[in-house]
T-cell receptor
Framework: AQTVTQSQPEMSVQEAETVTLSCTYD???????LFWYKQPPSRQMILVIR??????QNATENRFSVNFQKAAKSFSLKISDSQLGDAAMYFC???????????FGKGTMLLVSP | GAGVSQSPRYKVTKRGQDVALRCDPI?????LYWYRQALGQGPEFLTY????????KSGLPNDRFSAERPEGSISTLTIQRTEQRDSAMYRC?????????????FGSGTRLTVV
């Protein structure tokens, strides 16, 4: 079974600074997808970024980028130029290419201070 | 609709009562998923449908939990004889098709409290 581990229960960053959230996963499969979801106080689950395991290039979405290390089974999220609106719970998630279900980590609470 | 709609947003029920949680997916989305999120945890898979067919129910914790999607659109998750341990956020998501190429859209969830 796949597992996703987020070892940082909480992280803090100041506005305009950069922060990196860590995620590791365990799988025996070679074809899969990785995701970061944001859960603000509004309770929504918002997709931030996704990475296909077969792609060597790290995904980037504006201020959000990932560092995908397939051999190390590591998938960290970097948020540049942090904004107050980035404050939220962030979940890392794994999805096999063969199956439809997502496996989530326990989340990292990101606090952003002015 | 424009997004995934879940109702009710909040539900407080007494232990032993049955509850039904509703999910209205994005129009045209074939796949519908149910997840449960306990406080301080990430969402955990319960079950999913393609059209009206339940494809996987391996995440349902016991036989008090059931789900249906009779016309391939709206889905209902039913919990019978609720227990306090059932208290959680129940999230629904839909996707255009099954497959990892298609991203999920999540609803805002139903927060269930069993007292």
């Amino acid at each position: 079974a796949q597992t996703v581990t987020q070892s940082q229960p909480e992280m803090s960053v100041q506005e305009a600074e950069t922060v990196t959230l860590s995620c590791t996963y365990d799988t025996s499969e070679s074809d899969y997808y990785l995701f970061w979801y944001k859960q603000p106080p509004s309770r929504q689950m918002i997709l931030v970024i996704r990475q296909e395991a077969y792609k060597q290039q790290n995904a980037t979405e504006n201020r959000f980028s990932v560092n995908f290390q397939k051999a190390a089974k590591s998938f960290s999220l970097k948020i540049s130029d942090s904004q107050l609106g980035d404050a939220a719970m962030y979940f890392c998630a794994y999805r096999s290419a063969r199956y439809s279900t997502l496996t989530f980590g326990k989340g990292t609470m990101l606090l952003v201070s002015p | 609709g424009a997004g995934v709609s879940q109702s009710p947003r909040y539900k407080v029920t007494k232990r032993g009562q049955d509850v039904a949680l509703r999910c209205d997916p994005i129009s045209g989305h074939v796949s519908l998923y149910w997840y449960r999120q306990a406080l301080g945890q990430g969402p955990e898979f319960l079950t999913y449908f393609n059209y009206e067919a339940q494809q996987d129910k391996s995440g349902l914790p016991n036989d008090r939990f059931s789900a249906e999607r009779p016309e391939g659109s709206i889905s209902t998750l039913t919990i019978q004889r609720t227990e306090q341990r059932d208290s959680a956020m129940y999230r629904c998501a839909s996707s255009f098709l099954t497959g990892a190429n298609y991203g999920y859209t999540f609803g805002s969830g139903t927060r269930l409290t069993v007292v």
